[in-house]
């Protein structure tokens, strides 16, 4: 069975740093395209960041420069490096692996609040 | 950017009801769609990829058409545990995925 679980989430002062993490489980990260894909309240879903199984990194135009993925192969786990925070970075955010352009299996999202 | 918008943006229906969820890219994006169910305070849920791929375990009474700009999720038969929002997404513009603004289906 495929699980991915999010965690690292908390309140955070604007332009301050924080780092979410993707445990995974029935899958090989380093064999996965994962995603991390974000929700503030009330709205809807916005794509933030891939690394594909090959190393590839893209960005959404929002995060680039301030938040950098990264993954650790020997613990299965994907990492949100996400500096600089605004206001308008609070939301869920959620890992999911992607498949067929799709996203297929998700977390349970952890929330991230920036405020003063 | 691939901006995605979808129709309407909320209906009303009851169990039983025929649902049809509209979703319109921007630009061609082919067959390159899929659709997520989100219950509240749950994570999405892939039904639909590559416009009418039903993923696995999803009941048959979801289905998905279109391909080009203008594309389809219908849910038939509805059923107490469907009241939920409904988002498009397209895989076009890879792996710079863009969701729809959603769909609420609720109860009539």
């Known amino acids: 069975e495929v699980q991915l679980v999010e965690s690292g989430g908390g309140l955070v002062r604007p332009g301050e740093s924080m780092r979410l993490s993707c445990v995974t489980s029935g899958l090989i990260v380093s064999k996965s395209y994962i995603n991390w894909v974000r929700q503030a309240p009330g709205k809807g879903l916005e794509w933030v960041s891939v690394?594909?199984?090959?190393?590839?990194?893209h960005y959404a135009d929002s995060v680039k420069g301030r938040f950098t993925i990264s993954r650790d192969k020997s613990k299965n786990m994907v990492h949100l490096q996400m500096n600089s925070l605004r206001g308008e970075d609070t939301a869920i955010y959620y890992c999911?692996?992607?498949?067929?352009?799709?996203?297929?299996?998700w977390g349970q999202g952890t929330l991230v609040t920036v405020s003063p | 950017d691939i901006q995605m918008t979808q129709f309407p943006s909320s209906v009303s229906a009851s169990v039983g009801d025929r649902v049809t969820i509209t979703c319109r890219a921007s630009q061609d994006i082919s067959r390159w769609l899929a659709w997520y169910q989100q219950k509240p305070g749950e994570a999405p849920k892939l039904l639909i990829y590559?416009?009418?791929t039903l993923e696995s375990g999803v009941q048959s009474r979801f289905s998905g058409s279109g391909s080009g700009t203008d594309f389809t999720l219908t849910i038939s038969n509805l059923q107490p545990e469907d009241f939920a929002t409904y988002y498009c997404?397209?895989?076009?513009?890879?792996?710079?995925?863009?969701f729809g603004p959603g769909t609420k289906v609720d109860v009539k």
């Open positions: 999911a692996r992607g498949n067929n352009r799709a996203l297929e299996y």
């Open positions: 590559a416009s009418s």
């Open positions: 690394i594909y199984d090959d190393g590839r990194i």
């Open positions: 997404q397209q895989g076009n513009d890879f792996p710079r995925f863009t």
